[in-house]
């Protein structure tokens, strides 16, 4: 049986059965709480959670979020279930976290993940044509380097307490989001009392959907910058099939809860300069392309006993607290009495997105391998 469920999950069904169930409980969560074309963003919520923990003090952004502690104890759940919890490190470990920094600049100069880019595309918001174009290209030029050799080695073995490491620091998470301490007078524990971190679903059922998305997407190896670069390196479908799910059942879904908004201007939590629309999620998926994997790729990696994946994602909140303090992020459109202003970062954001990507690039360049064939690309996501 445990055969015959390894093998349905690597097939083309497999997949596509994962990203139609994203597609479907993204929007459903919209429905059920979460914030306006954010059923699911993995670096929108590991922004509020860093901004519950105290790291930044953006008051409108701070919660724990459940699905984010769902998805890694649903993998973690799936890897031992199958026998693929294999605690390993040692890769590059301080690249991965600063690349976890910079993808989480470019993600909040964009104002979401890949995920939420067809998520927002899929409730209307033309904003996800540009930001996806601009994660494909920053894809493309990371898969320039890996034809040249970049590579973070391999990670190896590890004790068991360093596969554990992640999910223990989760359930820490999780008893903080359910007792909801506060440590020092007008200090964290943080919970916005308005905004989008004040908009969330019951947590039972943002904690049951972030389980099943995370047991399957550890056994169908669902990843939006795998697609991509699946498809530009050599030629593969199969991981862009569920991603073309997602985005379908997303689209159907919200259009049936009368949750679609056509246009560019003034849409949920997003703004329309296109430039930095471009340039962040350019930025965030030459990142993800480097670092091996796509933000919520990384958090199943952490499940499964990944520490090099654990530091990317500690990375990434460790970034949204150091971009919101220093004023980095993303400003969203604002519509009053009929007047559009159109949003986006400021000077300190946008340099922070031009130095991201010049890190990137001489990252590029500089972090070689011997030899690099199409065959071991897979070894990019260290499985």
């Known amino acids: 049986m445990s055969e015959r469920l ?43 959670i860093a ?5 930044h003090r953006a008051a409108t952004v701070q919660y724990i979020r459940p699905e984010i502690i769902a998805f890694v104890l649903g993998s973690l ?16 470990p301080i690249v991965r976290f600063l690349l976890g920094m910079f993808a989480m600049i470019g993600a909040l100069t964009f104002l979401g ?17 540009v930001g996806t174009a601009g994660l494909v290209a ?22 068991a307490p360093v596969g554990w490491m992640m999910p223990v620091i989760i359930l820490g998470l999780l008893l903080l989001l359910l007792f909801r301490p506060q440590f020092t007078k007008d200090g964290p524990i943080f919970f916005s009392t308005e905004g989008p971190g004040s908009k969330h679903a019951p947590i039972l059922i943002s904690l049951a959907v972030g389980l099943v998305i995370g047991f399957l ?21 199969h991981l862009i099939t569920g991603v073309g799910a997602l985005f379908v059942v997303a689209l159907v879904t919200n259009l049936a809860l009368g949750q679609f908004k056509l246009g560019f201007a003034a849409q949920p939590v997003a703004h329309s300069n296109h430039l930095w629309n471009f340039l962040g999620m350019a930025l965030a998926g030459l990142a993800f392309l480097l670092a091996g994997g796509c ?29 919101h303090n220093w004023a980095l992020t993303g400003v969203p459109d604002k519509l009053a009495e009929g007047v559009l202003t159109v949003g986006g970062p400021g000077p300190y954001g946008q340099a922070a997105v031009l130095i991201g990507l010049v890190f990137c690039i001489v ?17 990019a996501e260290r499985n």
Do not use: H
Request: charge should be positive.
């Open 6 to 48: 390894t093998r349905f999950f690597a097939s083309r069904w497999g997949i596509l059965l994962a990203g139609a169930v994203i597609g479907l409980l993204a929007p459903l969560l919209q429905k059920a709480g979460n914030p306006a074309n954010m059923g699911i963003c993995v670096a929108c919520f590991e922004r509020d």
């Open 51 to 55: 901004g519950a923990l105290g790291l």
């Open 77 to 92: 759940v799936a890897a031992l279930l199958f026998r693929e919890f294999k605690p390993r490190a040692g890769s590059a």
């Open 113 to 129: 993940c890949p995920w939420r880019a067809l998520l927002r595309l899929a409730g209307g918001d033309l904003n996800g044509l």
């Open 138 to 159: 920053g894809i493309a030029v990371g898969v320039f380097f890996l034809k040249r050799g970049y590579s973070l080695g391999r990670s190896r073995p590890a004790p």
């Open 217 to 237: 997407a550890q056994r169908t190896r669902f990843c939006t910058m795998g697609a991509w670069r699946d498809v530009i390196l050599m030629g593969d479908t």
């Open 295 to 323: 933000p919520g790729r990384q958090l199943f990696l952490s499940g499964e006993g990944d520490g090099d994946a654990a530091l990317f994602v500690l990375g990434m909140i460790f970034g949204a607290g150091f971009a």
């Open 363 to 379: 990252l590029g360049f500089t972090m070689r391998a011997k030899e690099w064939t199409a065959e071991n690309a897979e070894g």
